[in-house]
């Protein structure tokens, strides 16, 4: 009895160690999908902006234009943690890109790459465009930053 007991302490110990690994791996990976997606998404639509004219820079961390198609897009971090889209300018409807987003910190800056246009600043003057995003829960805390010059600049 004793010894069945010993190994069933040591086995139950084994696989609540084995399943705590596994949630937060799998926390991790869904995080790290989420920050990586959000981001693509972000940088690839950023890449189709279709002239200076349709960049607005006025409002810090958020950014709203048109693409190419003559698509109006906008995105912004909400007060839940959300990185949001929306396909109708910032009039429109915002839908969730990704969750547990603590931070979403958008540059503009001049062609030299170096000096950086303010928010609020002339868009004109903006050639790369740099996004970074911060993806926190109570195990992940993961940055992820990009930066894209629209095809038409």
């Known amino acids: 009895m004793i010894v069945v007991g010993v190994l069933a302490t040591i086995g139950a110990t084994v696989m609540s160690g084995g399943f705590r690994t596994?949630?937060?791996g799998r926390e991790i990976a869904q995080d790290d999908a989420q920050g990586r997606l959000a981001l693509e998404r972000m940088s690839r639509e950023l890449r189709a902006v279709r002239s200076t004219a349709d960049l607005d820079i006025s409002v810090q961390n958020q950014v709203s234009f048109t693409d190419l198609s003559g698509t109006a897009i906008a995105y912004?971090?909400?007060a839940a943690s959300q990185i949001e889209r929306s396909q109708n300018g910032v009039a429109g409807t915002y839908?969730?890109?990704?969750d547990n987003v603590s931070a979403l910190t958008i540059s503009y800056l001049h062609n030299d790459g170096v000096n950086?246009?303010?928010w609020g600043g002339n868009p004109a003057l903006?050639?790369?465009?740099?996004?970074?995003?911060?993806v926190k829960t109570s195990n992940v805390n993961l940055t992820y930053r990009t930066t894209v010059k629209p095809a038409v600049f």
């Open 22 to 24: 596994y949630f937060l």
């Open 76 to 78: 912004r971090l909400n």
């Open 95 to 98: 839908q969730p890109l990704a």
């Open 116 to 118: 950086a246009e303010s």
């Open 126 to 134: 903006v050639y790369y465009i740099t996004v970074a995003l911060t």
